[in-house]
């Protein structure tokens, strides 16, 4: 499994076809940096398929980005990552230190009062 951040990542040169599909899926490329992003969450399953044929890997995952402190972590970090409907997706979540430290709590109750 090869684990990507979703704000930035390297790919190996690919066909002008392929590059097109990426676009077309959800990801933007920053001509300045040579990264890709993910900019569309529409047509993640298909994407990350994409991705770990262009990898040349049995899996793609991608980190999550935490609600409370905006660490990107890996899933693999978690403990409820058996039970998760969106692991291993570029979603936010709460990172183990903000559930540990009772973060995740205080931010919600934050959002509530706004």
Do not use: W
């Amino acid at each position: 499994m090869v684990v990507l951040n979703k704000k930035a990542f390297k790919l190996p040169f690919i066909e002008r076809e392929k590059y097109g599909l990426l676009l077309r899926l959800g990801l933007e490329y920053d001509r300045v940096k040579s990264t890709y992003c993910v900019a569309n969450y529409n047509n993640i399953e298909k994407l990350t398929d994409t991705l770990a044929s262009i990898l040349n890997v049995d899996e793609v995952a991608f980190t999550q980005t935490c609600v409370p402190c905006g660490k990107d972590f890996p899933c693999s970090e978690c403990k409820y990552q058996d039970s998760c409907g969106t692991k291993n997706l570029p979603f936010q979540c709460v990172c183990p230190r903000c559930l540990k430290d009772g973060r995740a709590t205080e931010k919600i109750a934050d959002l509530k009062l706004s």
